[in-house]
C-alpha cells in the first residue's frame, strides 16, 4: 500500500510541478516538488521501496518534460543515492542539516546534468547562472518543509499509525475523579 500510495502521490506533483507551476520551460520560479520526494524518500525510507516508486515516476516525467531520454531518471536517481549516501555519514539522523542538503544536492545534480547535457545535447542547453540556480535551490528548500510535514502525515496515514490530533490526557490518580 505505501509504494501504490506515494506513486500516486509522485503522479500529483509531476502533475502539479509540469502543468500548474510552470508557466514556460525556462521559468525561473518553478518550484520542483519532485526531487523534495525524492529527498523525502531517500532520508526516512528504505532503498528497495524508494526505488520502486522513484524509476517509473522518472520514466513518466522524463516523457512529459524531458529534453534527453533518459536524463530524469539518471538524475533523480543520482540525487537518492547522492543523498542516501549524505545521509548515512551523518552522525544525527533527524536534524535541521537536512533541509539544506536537500539544496546542496540540488545544485550538485544539476550542475552535474548540466556538465553532461554539454557534450551529450549542446544546442539544447540553457545558459548556467548562478543566481537563477541558487533562486531554484532556494525554492527546492522552501518547499521542503511543508512537503515533508506532508509526507510524514500521508506516510503515517497510509502505514495506519495515524494518531488523531488532539493530545491525549494525562490521568490523575485518582479514578474517581474522572
Known sequence: ??????????????????????????????????????????????????????FPLSLIFDVLSGVLLGMYPALFILGFLLLKFMASR???????YQVPMIG?????VSWLVYVFMSFAAPSSLVAWSWPVMLLRAGFVILCAFPLFRF???????????????????IRSGNRYRE
Open 1 to 54: 500500500m505505501f509504494v501504490i500510495g506515494f506513486f500516486f502521490l509522485g503522479l500529483l506533483l509531476i502533475g502539479l510541478q509540469t502543468t500548474l507551476f510552470m508557466v514556460h520551460p525556462f521559468w525561473t520560479a518553478a518550484p520542483d516538488f519532485y526531487f523534495v520526494l525524492v529527498a523525502y524518500l531517500a532520508y526516512r525510507h528504505d532503498v528497495l521501496r524508494s526505488l520502486i516508486i522513484l
Open 90 to 96: 551523518l552522525p544525527v539522523r533527524e536534524s535541521l
Open 104 to 108: 546542496v544536492s540540488y545544485l550538485l
Open 151 to 169: 509526507f510524514e502525515f500521508f506516510s503515517r496515514r497510509i502505514q495506519g499509525k495515524f494518531s488523531t490530533l488532539r493530545k491525549m490526557r
